[in-house]
């Protein structure tokens, strides 16, 4: 009788940590990864409400778990709001390879993206919001994820149009209009 000595398993590192802010980028995500339930079933979205919505806690918690070891990748998700001290995050983040997804001035950009290609600047996320719903009927915190699947590669073109204008000048958080969210998604197809 021939013994089989049993091999220690290590459990499996899930490919992706998406960790978000806010509602919207939480149902945007869970419905990607839904969507893409082959490819993406190693993708956890985890909503983090840091004290003050700061950016910093939300880096604070992706280093946290970055150390647990569970992910292959993790990024954050976040707005630019009214947000101080984004640069600190930025530098933490980069420092501890966590990516950074980011919209400013929120992610409703990103939405704003499938619709209509614009540079426009708007003043605050209630201007974006009230604008999203008026001209494209996008009412917040629905889950839209449907109506603007069929223009992704679209919105993926005009984030990459937008940041290359946008890098003809000094590119900084305070840019107004600019999104990453591009980024993340490219990412997420591509792993």
């Known amino acids: ?4 000595r049993k091999e220690k398993k290590r459990p499996l590192k ?17 419905t990607f990864r839904k969507e893409n339930r082959v490819k993406l079933s190693a993708v956890d979205v985890i909503p983090y409400k840091p004290i003050n919505h ?6 604070e918690q992706a280093i946290k778990e ?9 990024w954050v998700v976040f707005d630019r709001d009214c947000h101080h001290k984004i640069d600190t995050a930025q530098k933490k983040a980069q420092v501890n390879k966590i990516n950074i997804a980011y919209s400013n001035i929120c992610f409703e950009f990103w939405i704003l993206l499938h619709f209509e290609e614009t540079s426009r600047a708007f003043r605050s996320k209630d201007e974006l919001v009230k604008y999203l719903k008026k001209e494209h009927n996008h ?4 889950n839209h994820y449907d109506k603007l699947k069929p223009n992704m ?7 990459k149009k937008l940041k290359k204008e946008n890098q003809k000048t ?6 107004n209009p600019q999104t990453n969210i591009h980024e993340i998604i490219t990412d997420l197809l591509d792993c």
Do not use: S
């Open 170 to 175: 000094t590119l900084t958080f305070e840019t």
């Open 139 to 142: 009412a917040k915190d629905i």
């Open 14 to 30: 899930k490919q992706f940590l998406i960790l978000c802010e806010g509602e919207t980028e939480v149902l945007y995500f869970k």
């Open 54 to 59: 700061d950016p910093n806690g939300l880096v």
């Open 1 to 4: 009788m021939t013994q089989y």
């Open 66 to 74: 970055k150390k647990k070891g569970e992910y292959e990748k993790i």
């Open 153 to 159: 590669k679209l919105a993926i073109e005009r984030a």
